[in-house]
């Protein structure tokens, strides 16, 4: 990627007119965060926005200077390892759920003292793209089974989809034709 200097023609300090540096604005293409794992936002102050994160530990978070235990904690996430000790300094995280904050209520009739855990819409569609995008980077001898223009399409349909039970429902269809559509063009699930 690219970047260049984003600036805009203000009010100086003496009154005159002057150029003010807002920071760097990317040049790239479109729909480039659909292929990041982890996309960050940092400003001149150093506050770190996270807008799209698939480690599942960062969402919507803010994060005042990531430094070590950010990286540490990243680091973990790549090579797989378990739960960092260390957390990054988080100024504003989007607070519990009732439902993350409450015990389960056991139904009527059930044994109590086991519950199961299901996954709320945005993590089942979350975890939908992530196959959809498995489904994308599939490459046998080099060769990719899809077209930039095909992906791009396919991420033109995910951006423009809501995350609410039919949408996830049309996402799941997707996936379903694009992974038949794999098999026929001869990767199967070999590949």
Known sequence: MRSKTEWVIGEGKNG????????LAPEQ??????????????????FATITKDRT??????????????????LHDWLSGGSEPSATPTVKASPKPTKAETLPAKPKAGKPTGT?????SLKERG????DEIGEIFNVVKNGT?????????????IIRETK????????????????????????AGKAA
């Open 16 to 23: 005159k007119v002057a150029a003010e540096k807002l920071g």
């Open 29 to 46: 293409g479109k729909g480039i965060e659909y292929e990041f794992d982890l996309l960050i936002e940092c400003n001149q102050r150093h």
């Open 56 to 73: 599942g530990r960062f969402q919507d978070e803010t994060i005042e200077k990531p430094g070590e235990d950010f990286g540490a904690t």
């Open 115 to 119: 519950t199961t855990w299901k996954p």
């Open 126 to 129: 979350n975890r939908v793209i």
């Open 144 to 156: 990719e089974y899809f077209s930039e223009d095909e992906k791009e399409e396919a991420r033109k």
């Open 163 to 186: 995350l609410d039970e039919q949408g996830i429902s049309d996402l799941e269809d997707l996936k379903t034709i694009l992974s038949d559509e794999l098999n026929k063009r001869g």
